[in-house]
């Protein structure tokens, strides 16, 4: 039961990384397609597409820094605040007697 649980989270470890590794990459492709888009923009004189592509560029940074300082935080609180035993009573006795397996 130990290993296989550990293997799991082995697993789960990884995936995370392969997603935060694609959001990176998805983020900084979109920024630099915002950045490209407010340098013609500027050329062209468009004064309201410079406007939309430097928001668009900031709700990228935003969600970017939402990502990975925001949700590890409420991870962690979620862990913190979820009990350890599995309950009381007879469902909780077994789930002890289930964890000593």
Known sequence: MTHASSLLLTFLREAWLALAGAFIAFALL???AQILKVSSASVLGANLWVWHAISALA?????????????PQIIRALQSSLP???????IGENWERLLRV
């Open 30 to 32: 979109a920024g630099i």
């Open 59 to 71: 709700s990228i940074i935003l969600l970017g820094l939402f990502a990975f300082l925001g949700i």
């Open 84 to 90: 350890g035993a599995g309950g009381c009573g007879p």
